[in-house]
């Protein structure tokens, strides 16, 4: 077993919309998508992100691309204009997102 940052096995790419934060997760090999569908849970992430996410968080599966786009609400301060947040567009929770430690067997690498 190791660890290694998310990044190791996908790459993200996030967005926003008011103090709605998504950020997309995509498996750098197929064959790890399934894996990290199993380790990248709700709970996980909202474990993950602490009190920077102040709401709901929903995970939406695209098989078709083995991916996840994961939507935190309430995330980003009230949003670009009404939040005094150093990111308030939230470009930077797919490099935090990435920065993830996951623990991998032989099911991954």
């Known amino acids: 077993m190791a660890w290694v940052y998310l990044n190791t096995l996908a ?16 498996a750098r090999d197929p064959k790890n998508y399934e894996f990290l569908k199993q380790v990248l849970t709700v709970e996980r ?8 996410v102040k709401g ?9 691309l ?8 309430h995330a980003l301060g009230g949003g670009a204009t009404h939040s005094l947040r150093l990111d308030s567009l939230g470009k930077s929770m797919g490099s935090a997102f ?7 067997g032989d099911e991954a690498q």
Do not use: L, P, Q
């Open 45 to 52: 992430v909202k474990a993950y992100f602490g009190d920077m």
């Open 66 to 73: 083995c991916g996840m786009n994961f939507v935190m609400k």
């Open 11 to 26: 790459h993200g790419r996030s967005g926003d919309k008011g103090d709605t934060s998504n950020v997309c997760v995509f």
């Open 98 to 104: 990435m920065r993830m430690k996951i623990e991998v």
């Open 56 to 64: 709901e968080i929903v995970r939406y599966d695209v098989d078709t």
